[in-house]
């Protein structure tokens, strides 16, 4: 199926690209940002930046010139 | 038409005991999208069988253009957290695997309180999927049912 039309160039959808290349990224690659909110790019191949809070996180993607609507929140448990 | 997550897999500091050593704690946790009037928001939520309600950050309501001032509230707890005080409001959402796309609309609650994983839960999400998690293979289906009403 694919996907439906959108109105705004920052309404696109994530596409295959960002799961297959995001499963590449291995675990341990993440315990550097445990406890940490992240932003993941929208190709899902790197971490752009990473805050102890989400409103941080905006904040930084901003200040850095990244649209925050255009990328993928998350947050690492630290387990 | 089905839509297939792989669980994702939060590093662990020591082995998982419960899960034969493993270094791994696999998790349901999908990319949504939530879009508001001024932007979308996507993020990592985590599909929670035991969540009333689909409960996002509400600094997340600000950034997409959502006034939550004169919205409804109420109270949404999921597994293993307090009840929290939501407020809610109509979005659209959207969730997709990559190959198929789904997006419909949907009551949703914003908190104030710290939310490590948005929860996906019955209301606005579960209510309109027929949902399998398969444990073996470590990913979850989702299959629109009658009661769905996006496209």
């Not at chain 1, 996907?3 to 799961?19: C, V």
């Not at chain 1, 297959?20 to 550097?32: M, T």
């Not at chain 2, 606005?124 to 629109?144: M, N, P, S, T, W």
Request: glycine residues 8%; proline residues 8%.
């Amino acid at each position: 199926m694919k996907p439906p039309i959108t109105t705004r160039p920052d309404d696109s959808w994530l596409d295959r690209t960002f799961f297959d290349n995001q499963a590449k990224v291995p675990p341990e690659a993440l315990l550097p940002y445990a406890g940490r909110y992240i932003a993941w790019s929208w190709d899902g191949s790197r971490i752009l930046d990473s805050a102890e809070e989400e409103a941080q996180l905006w904040d930084k993607l901003e200040a850095a010139g990244i649209n925050p609507h255009r990328v993928v929140f998350a947050y690492v448990d630290d387990l | 038409m089905t839509m297939r997550f792989q669980y994702a897999r939060p590093p662990a500091r020591q082995p998982v005991i419960s899960l034969g050593g493993r270094w791994v704690r696999p998790r349901p946790l999908v990319r949504v999208t939530v879009v508001g009037p001024s932007g979308v928001y996507v993020r990592e939520a985590l599909l929670d069988t035991a969540a009333d309600d689909s409960v996002f950050p509400e600094i997340a309501a600000a950034k997409i253009g959502i006034d939550l001032a004169a919205a409804p509230f109420g109270e949404a707890s999921g597994v293993g957290g307090a009840p929290v005080l939501v407020h809610y409001a109509a979005v659209e959402l959207r969730l997709t695997d990559g190959k198929e796309f789904r997006r419909w609309p949907a009551w949703v609650g914003f908190t104030a309180a710290r939310l490590k994983h948005p929860l996906l839960g019955f209301a606005g999400c579960l209510q309109f999927f027929g949902a399998h998690f398969h444990g073996d293979r470590e990913d979850v289906e989702l299959e629109v049912n009658a009661l769905y009403p996006g496209s």
